[in-house]
């Protein structure tokens, strides 16, 4: 059914949520900013599922290639390790990852002599470097020394098997499963570890301090505006002296200290990141109450005998929820920033656990270099995902606002 009066056209198909997405939608640049949100949740969600370094924390270190530019790719030499195959499922692949059963050497050619691998191993100056494997321990995890004789391999694996292979299917299993090629698509870091994949982890610290450091300001910002907005009074004296106090203080200097009261870690910096973003919701929590309060509906809800607790979470609490969602986006790129912020000062997620901040500190020096994409890749990763939150609180302040809705 449709209702005209003047000349607003009011359909009773639609409702308040969903015309704020139409007016959403049309907002470009808000839904291309939601599009790269939605990317780096997958992408942070998926982890190890899509880095090409599944190692935990991406850690897969090769030093012969270290510094390699973007596009560089080379073949491995893969050798079993001499352990317990390590089995993993998806699940916890997918969240810490999976250690893996080979050591990979940087070849340019292998060849086979006797009983032997004989590679070639990579080097950047050219220089010609080769190391010698058994080629039963490159294909099998071994309990001892193998024995060649007569074409043949005669060994044992660390699971008890003993096995006979001949010498011409060794070789076809190396050919076809220990060699691999390997291209590293943003390049390696001095460490020789893989750039991509530790950028994409990378994305994981940055979306989750922001997700636990939102929530926890709400809880804490949503509950004690609440209390200074309705009960006034004495109740709102202490409250915002409370506010005025934690206000003073430099957000990056009070991260700096709770960090340092509860030590430094990952979980840590949640918490002090947290509890330093509450104080912008609990004003303007507190300042729209106050608007509210004597609005007929909250009278009414006095007039049946409402509680206070339903009044605030049922009545009011919902009807103030726009300028609320607002300010979490932009606290969201704000808790990307600190917490770059204090990984590039050490006092963040500690190595070598990839985070964006700490990352740009260790590649910094690289700027001064010809290695400078080391530095500059995880800072466009950063100026991007704060960009897409803030134009997206931005999207989301003209979509709520009821001025705007009405024209």
């Keep these: 059914m449709t209702m005209i009066f003047g000349k607003r056209i009011y359909t009773s198909g639609n409702s308040l949520s969903q015309l704020a997405w139409n007016r959403f939608r049309k907002n470009s640049i808000g839904v291309i900013s939601l599009g790269v949100i939605i990317i780096s949740v997958l992408i942070a969600v998926l982890g190890y599922l899509i880095t090409p370094d599944s190692t935990p924390m991406c850690n897969n270190q090769v030093l012969e290639i270290s510094t390699q530019r973007p596009g560089f790719e080379t073949d491995f030499l893969l050798v079993r390790k001499n352990t317990i195959e390590i089995k993993t499922t998806i699940f916890n692949k997918m969240l810490f990852g999976a250690p893996s059963n080979y050591k990979t050497i940087p070849v340019d050619a292998i060849e086979f002599d006797g009983d032997m691998v004989v590679a070639h191993i990579f080097d950047q100056d050219n220089n010609e470097f080769l190391e010698l494997f058994n080629i039963a321990d490159v294909c099998y995890p071994l309990a001892g020394d193998p ?22 299917e060794l070789y076809s299993q190396v050919l076809d499963n220990n060699i691999k090629l390997k291209r590293y698509i943003l390049g390696t870091d001095q460490f020789g570890r893989d750039l991509l994949s530790r950028l994409l982890i990378g994305s994981r610290i940055s979306l989750s301090v922001g997700a636990i450091s939102v929530a926890i300001s709400l809880l804490v910002g949503i509950f004690l505006g609440s209390m200074a907005g309705f009960y006034r009074g004495r109740t709102d004296d202490i409250i915002m002296w409370f506010i005025n106090v934690v206000w003073s203080i430099p957000t990056l200097l009070l991260v700096i200290a709770i960090t340092f ?68 986006a932009a606290n969201f790129a704000a808790a990307i920033l600190i917490e770059a912020g204090l990984s590039f000062l050490g006092i963040g997620v500690q190595p070598p656990m990839p985070s964006w901040g700490s990352m740009i500190k260790e590649y910094y020096s690289f700027i001064i270099l010809d290695s400078a994409y080391l530095a500059i890749v995880p800072g466009i990763a950063i100026v991007i995902l704060v960009l897409a939150f803030m134009t997206l609180g931005n999207a989301l302040r003209d979509t709520l606002d009821v001025k705007m809705q009405s024209k």
């Design 261 to 328: 009261a509860l030590g430094r870690g990952f979980w840590q910096i949640f918490v002090a990141v947290g509890l330093t973003m509450w104080v912008e919701v609990a004003r303007v929590v507190r300042g729209q109450i106050m608007s509210i309060r004597e609005k007929e509906f909250v009278e009414a809800g006095f007039a049946l005998g409402y509680s206070n607790f339903r009044i605030i979470f049922k009545h009011i609490l919902p009807n103030i929820m726009s300028p609320v969602i607002v300010i979490s």
């Design 147 to 168: 024995i060649f004789n007569d074409d043949i391999m005669y060994f044992t694996t660390i699971n008890g098997d003993e096995m006979q292979i001949p010498i011409s």
